[in-house]
């Protein structure tokens, strides 16, 4: 089973992402900020986390992934963000991001990520170098 959370602010995106991955994964689960995320992946067993770098309130899409890797969680995750700079990338790979789509994105090619990410082996943390 593959359950996907959806944590975008924009409704409009996260109504028609919820739809579209609702007919290839098995459950979407969708948040509109980072403190509504983090509670779904305590409570959830997500696979995936599609998740947009400017999120209202105290927490954006950066401190939900520190978070997320901080909690040992096992889900991919993939950065659905306008920041598509080649810094911007840089920087959500380094903190632990799987995959980044810049927006605006093409829907068959964000679904089909999705699918690969979920067929990959659960997140796993690096670890340090031995001496």
Known sequence: MTTVLIVEDDPDIRD?????LGTAVDEVL???DGEEALALAERR???VVVLDLALPGDRNGLDVLAALRAAGHPARTM????YAGAEDRAIA????????VPKPFKIMELV?????LA??????????PTA
């Open 30 to 32: 969708s948040a509109g």
């Open 79 to 82: 950065l659905l963000t306008a």
């Open 119 to 128: 067929e990959r082996p659960a997140h796993v943390p690096p670890t340090a």
């Open 112 to 116: 089909a990520q999705v699918l690969e």
């Open 16 to 20: 028609l992402v919820t739809t579209l």
């Open 45 to 47: 067993d997500i696979d």
């Open 93 to 100: 790979l380094r903190a632990g991001a799987d995959a980044f």
